[in-house]
C-alpha cells in the first residue's frame, strides 16, 4: 500500500528521480524481508532467482517508466511477502489435552500423520501413552502439516504444542520458495596462487605415531554369568502402562497381607441355562448370553452377603461401602486394564452382557477413558480365555479382594454315588488378610459356587 501511494504521488506531482529513489527505498524498509531483499548504500538491489533489479534504473527511464517498472516491482513484493504471513490466522497448532485429573504427563506414542499430509478438524494425527490408557491429539482443523515440533518418545505435559498445521494448502506449497538460493549470484573463481595454497594444504600429512591403545577389559571370570550374545539382544523401552503395572502390582505385594483360597465349581447348569435361552436372549436384547454376567450376579449376591470383602482399609478405618462396583480384568496388546461396571448390583444379565462388550471393545480399540476405569470396589479376573487351570490373582489396589476365574475342563465327579464327567472350574479369591478373615473368604467363594451351580436361588433370592 505504501509502495503504491508513493507512485501515485510520483506520477501527480511529477517527482523527481532522485525523490522517488528515496521513496523506493522507504518503502523496501516497510516490505521486505532480510532474507528476500539486499542491498547497499546506493544502489540496491531485489534478488529473485538469477534476476536483480536496481531502484537507479527505474528512476532514471522518467515518468512512466518508473511507473511500469514500479508495478513490477510492486507484484513482485507482494508475491515474495504473502508467504511470510505466519501470523495471520494461516496456521494453527495442536497441542496436548486434558489427560485427566490423576495424569500430569504421558510419552507420545507414535504419529499418525507425516509431515506434509492434509488432515481433517478432529482428526487424530499422534497418540500420547499414560500410564492408564493412550490419548488422541486431534487437529485443531483442517488443513496440511507443515512440522512436528515433538518426537516420538518424548514427555509431554497437557498444553505442549505437537504440531503446527497450515490451514491452506497454498502455504504449504509456497513454503519451499520462502528461502532465496544461495547459487544466485556466480562465485569468483580463486586465483592461482589461492589454487597453489589449497593444494599445499590438502598435501597428505605423515601418520603420526599413534597413542597408546587402551588396555584390554579384564576377562570375566568362571563364576560370572555368560549373558547371550549382543547381536541376539533387543533392548526396548517399557511403556508407561506397563510401566504403571508393574509398580501397582507391587506395591499390592508390599502393602497387603495377600492370602488366596480355591474352590471348584461344577458348570453344569450354568452352561445348560446359557444354552437353552441364547437364542430367544440375543432375539430381545441384542446381545448374547456369556458365562461373565453369571460370575458377575454371583460376585454380587457373594458381596453382598460378606460386606467385609466389599471394603478397603483406610489409615486406620475400614470404608465400608453401600454399592457394588466390579472391575474386570481385560489384557490388549499393550497391556492389562480394568475397565469398571458401575452399579453392577442393579443391573440384569442383560444390562451386564452390553456393558462388558462395550468395555471390552473400548479396551482393545484403545479408546477406553480414564473415568471408565476409575474406582471399582472389586475385580473379577477371567484367565481361563487363555487356558489358565488355576492361578493366584494379586489384588488391584486399594481393593481388598480378586475373584480368579479359569478354563473349565471336564473332570470325573461323584454324583449321587456314581461317578460321571463334569465340566468343572477352579475359583481362586485372593484376599487382604489384614481386613479379612479365612472364614469371610471361604463364605464368600462358597456363595459363588452355590450360585453358579445353582442359577435360581438368584430368582428366590436365597
Not at 502439516?145 to 497450515?166: M, N, R, W, Y
Request: aromatic share 4%; with cysteine; proline share 7%.
Amino acid at each position: 500500500m505504501m509502495l503504491r501511494a508513493v507512485i501515485r504521488r510520483a506520477a501527480s506531482k511529477g517527482s523527481s528521480p532522485s525523490l522517488f529513489g528515496k521513496s523506493l527505498q522507504s518503502s523496501r524498509v516497510a516490505a521486505s524481508s532480510p532474507s528476500l531483499l539486499r542491498g547497499s548504500e546506493t544502489g540496491t538491489l531485489l534478488h529473485r532467482g538469477t534476476h536483480a533489479y536496481s531502484f537507479h534504473n527505474l528512476a532514471s527511464s522518467g515518468t512512466s517508466g518508473c511507473l511500469r517498472s514500479a508495478s513490477s516491482v510492486s507484484s513482485t513484493l507482494q508475491r515474495w511477502v504473502r508467504p511470510f504471513s505466519s501470523e495471520s490466522g494461516d496456521t494453527v497448532e495442536a497441542v496436548v489435552p486434558h489427560m485427566g485429573e490423576s495424569i500430569t504427563d504421558g510419552t507420545l506414542a507414535n504419529f499418525l500423520k507425516k509431515p506434509g499430509e492434509r488432515v481433517e478438524a478432529d482428526e487424530a494425527i499422534a497418540q500420547i501413552e499414560t500410564d492408564k490408557v493412550t490419548i488422541d491429539i486431534a487437529s485443531p482443523a483442517s488443513g496440511v502439516i507443515q512440522e512436528f515440533l515433538v518426537k516420538e518418545g518424548d514427555t509431554v505435559e497437557p498444553g505442549t504444542k505437537v504440531a503446527i498445521i497450515s490451514k491452506s494448502e497454498a502455504v504449504s506449497h509456497a513454503a519451499p520458495t520462502q528461502k532465496v538460493p544461495e547459487t544466485s549470484e556466480p562465485k569468483p573463481a580463486p586465483p592461482a596462487e589461492d589454487k597453489q595454497k589449497s593444494k599445499v594444504e590438502n598435501a597428505p600429512v605423515p601418520d603420526k605415531p599413534k597413542a597408546a591403545s587402551s588396555p584390554p577389559p579384564p576377562k570375566q571370570s568362571a563364576k560370572e554369568p555368560q549373558l547371550p550374545p549382543k547381536e541376539r539382544e533387543r533392548r526396548v523401552p517399557m511403556t508407561r502402562l506397563r510401566k504403571r503395572v508393574a509398580t501397582r502390582l507391587k506395591d499390592s505385594q508390599n502393602t497387603f497381607a495377600l492370602l488366596t483360597t480355591f474352590n471348584e465349581v461344577d458348570m453344569t447348569n450354568l452352561m445348560k441355562l446359557r444354552s437353552q435361552y441364547k437364542d430367544a436372549f440375543y432375539e430381545k436384547h441384542g446381545v448374547k448370553l456369556g458365562l461373565m454376567s453369571g460370575f458377575i450376579k454371583a460376585a454380587v449376591s457373594a458381596l453382598q452377603h460378606q460386606p467385609v470383602v466389599n471394603a478397603v482399609i483406610d489409615g486406620d478405618d475400614i470404608i465400608y461401602r453401600d454399592y457394588v462396583d466390579i472391575s474386570i480384568a481385560v489384557g490388549t496388546s499393550k497391556g492389562l486394564v480394568v475397565p469398571v461396571i458401575r452399579g453392577a448390583d442393579k443391573m440384569n444379565f442383560a444390562d451386564i452382557e452390553k456393558t462388558i462388550n462395550t468395555l471390552a471393545k473400548k479396551a482393545n480399540e484403545g479408546t477406553i477413558s480414564i473415568d471408565e476405569m476409575a474406582g471399582g470396589s472389586f475385580t473379577v479376573s477371567n484367565g481361563g480365555v487363555y487356558g489358565s487351570l488355576i492361578s493366584t490373582p494379586i489384588i488391584n489396589p486399594p481393593q481388598s479382594a480378586i475373584l480368579g476365574m479359569h478354563s473349565i475342563v471336564s473332570r470325573p465327579m461323584v454324583v449321587g454315588g456314581t461317578v460321571v464327567p463334569r465340566p468343572m472350574m477352579y475359583v481362586a479369591l485372593t484376599y487382604d488378610h489384614r481386613l479379612i478373615d479365612g472364614r469371610e473368604a471361604v463364605y464368600f467363594l462358597r456363595r459363588v459356587k452355590d450360585v453358579v451351580e445353582d442359577p435360581q436361588r438368584l430368582l428366590l433370592d436365597i
